[in-house]
């Protein structure tokens, strides 16, 4: 192990973080630098990124880490109540208001605060905010004497805080002042390379907590994984692999598992998160519709990558029967190279001879409807197709409900 990655490895332990794209050691690097200081943090990323865990880390290497850690989400809290939560009142300054109460900053004195999606805050509780972090200090909800804090504030937004301040929703002064260190959290479709080593983590930790033998994943369903946009970031990873842990255990879990769990219920959504939307290409709808329908088969040929071992298994007693098979091609190449999908043959390892592609998009949307119910629907969702094409193609093959 070089200097660089033992650098890495120590910093993913310290904090609690995994990853080995450049952009997670950036990260890393930057807490490390950050931590020990008590300069104001805003920390940016998608929902269901890690911005709370990278807060964390903040705060568990301070100087602070023996004091309160307080976590509140801006947008969970109405506005109505947001600064009474913030700030505390005094009794009887509202209708019910029935005695003192502290707010979330006095609760967090001598430690951090981290205030969750910061960009929903009304513009008047951002200028008690302002004041916070320049004097220290606040007024209670229905006080007259200014309380003294010393808090570190840690702020996050799922929102591009620049675009908030030009729409003129969040102050200008507020954010240049919680912005004197910016941290970026990728989203997980920035950093696929660590699907897998996370994927794994999720699922040791599960069945360690639920005492679940688990026998891990196959290559295919890391490849599945990969291909798969997670619009939920790490937040929905794990939820999808706790789900496959306990649902699939004693079971290596294969692509058409992760299929299954991720497209097989109404709750999931698919992989392309704007299927219904027009996105121009620049191709005419024939050949956009080929090369979709592509994407599709080489789906089918990572399944018969799986193949491959039973069919070599297997293949002496099939010489036996006095049958002879081709050698399976299951390389991908690219669109352009296959050209015309009328022009594209696959081997099947069922039969012996070779299938043209048109045998193969229909075998594959028989099976989809059939799984399906005949929703069309929820089958176009499933192969990432617009629901007037799978409609078209089914007129086109002559599929009927009951066909086999």
């Known amino acids: 192990m070089d200097q660089e990655q033992e650098r890495l490895s120590h910093l993913q332990k310290k904090f609690g973080i995994i990853g080995q794209t450049e952009s997670v050691r950036s990260m890393l690097e930057t807490i490390d630098q950050v931590a020990p200081t008590d300069i104001s943090v805003l920390i940016s990323g998608d929902s269901g990124t890690g911005k709370e865990l990278v807060a964390s ?14 976590i509140v989400n801006c947008g969970a809290i109405p506005a109505g109540i947001i600064e009474s939560e913030l700030f505390g009142h005094k009794k009887g300054s509202f209708t019910g208001a029935n005695e003192d109460r502290k707010g ?6 001598g430690g951090t605060i981290f205030l969750d999606e910061i960009g929903e805050t009304p513009l008047e509780t951002q200028v008690k905010l302002l ?18 804090v010393d808090v570190r504030i840690i702020a996050a937004s799922n929102r591009k805080m620049a675009d908030e301040v030009a729409k003129e929703t969040f102050r ?6 919680l912005k004197a260190i910016t941290i970026n959290v990728p989203s997980l479709h920035e950093r696929k390379e660590d699907i897998s080593e996370l994927a794994n983590l999720f699922a040791r930790q599960c069945a360690l907590r639920n005492d679940i033998f688990f026998k891990g994943f196959s290559e295919s369903a890391y490849q599945e994984m990969k291909d798969y946009n997670w619009p939920g970031n790490i937040r929905e990873l794990k939820n999808f692999v706790e789900s ?31 299927y219904n939307l027009p996105v121009p290409t620049g191709k005419d709808v024939g050949q956009a519709e080929r090369e979709l329908m592509l994407q ?30 081709k ?29 043209t592609a048109s045998q193969v998009e229909k075998e594959l949307l028989v099976k989809t409807l059939r ?19 799978l409609y078209r193609k089914i007129k086109e093959y002559g599929i009927k409900p009951n066909e086999n």
């Open 57 to 70: 880390a903040l705060h568990n290497h301070s100087k602070r880490a023996r004091k309160p850690f307080v």
């Open 327 to 355: 050698n399976l091609d299951i390389s991908s190449p690219s669109i352009h190279e296959l050209g015309n999908m009328e022009d594209v043959q696959i081997i099947n390892p069922y039969t012996v001879g070779e299938i």
């Open 371 to 389: 799984r399906y119910g005949f929703n069309k629907r929820k089958t176009a969702k499933s192969l990432d197709m617009a629901e007037r094409t």
């Open 131 to 148: 004041r916070v972090l320049e004097q220290g200090e606040f007024m209670p909800v229905g006080g007259s004497k200014p309380i003294k």
């Open 244 to 274: 496959v842990v306990v649902l699939e255990k004693g079971a290596v879990v294969k692509s058409e598992m992760v299929r299954r769990h991720l497209f097989g219920s109404d709750h999931r959504i698919s992989s392309s998160m704007n």
């Open 104 to 109: 979330y900053f006095q609760t967090a004195d």
């Open 172 to 177: 200008m002064d507020l954010y240049y002042r």
């Open 296 to 325: 599709q088969l080489y789906h089918v040929r990572r399944e018969l990558s799986e193949l491959r071992g039973i069919i070599e298994e297997n293949l002496y007693r099939v010489e036996q029967s006095g049958m002879r098979m």
